[in-house]
């Protein structure tokens, strides 16, 4: 897969977020999708199973991330008003692997949330594997380690 158009997937993904643009966001994701970010356990290391340990996130498909977008457009979500204004900023990406119609990627973010006044900032690592869809990428498995997991909020999709 070319190296460009991935860069633009990722970065396209991100502006999703900034622009609120939720169903264009969602689109970015496969129907099979996982979506995981794993907490940090007392010994430092990430928790390894969703199943069976504690995530700050996780869906195990789409109809998680369809749920989550729906709770946020109708405002059927105390945590997420004020809606929060966010940048995200994509850097250091790099293909970890390639298969036939799938690639591994790794890149890191930094998220500024600005809500209440008050600016907070995000930042950790994501894996993904992104799946050719006809002309198109999706993510079909996404992992988030977020670096700064002590916070003062509730985080959520649009902080990472």
Excluded at 50 to 76: A, C, M, W
Excluded at 91 to 98: K, Y
Aim: proline fraction near 2%; aromatic fraction near 14%; glycine fraction near 2%.
């Amino acid at each position: 897969m070319d190296y460009q158009k991935i860069c633009a997937f990722l970065y396209r993904e991100a502006r999703f977020l900034d622009d609120r643009d939720w169903d264009d966001w969602v689109e970015c994701y496969t129907e099979d999708v996982e979506y995981w970010m794993p907490c940090w356990t007392d010994d430092d290391e990430l928790s390894k199973d969703p199943q069976t340990e504690v995530s700050l996130i996780y869906y195990p498909n789409r109809h998680g991330l369809e749920d989550r977008v729906f709770r946020i457009k109708t405002e059927r979500s105390s945590a997420s008003l004020p809606e929060t204004r966010t940048n995200h900023a994509v850097t250091n990406i790099e293909v970890l692997a390639e298969r036939d119609d799938e690639v591994d990627v790794r890149y890191n973010f930094h998220t500024l949330c600005h809500r209440y006044r008050k600016t907070d900032t995000y930042f950790g690592v994501i894996y993904v594997t992104l799946k050719k869809v006809g002309d198109d990428l999706k993510i079909s498995k996404k992992k988030i380690v977020l670096k700064n997991d002590y916070i003062r909020q509730v985080i959520d999709i649009y902080h990472i």
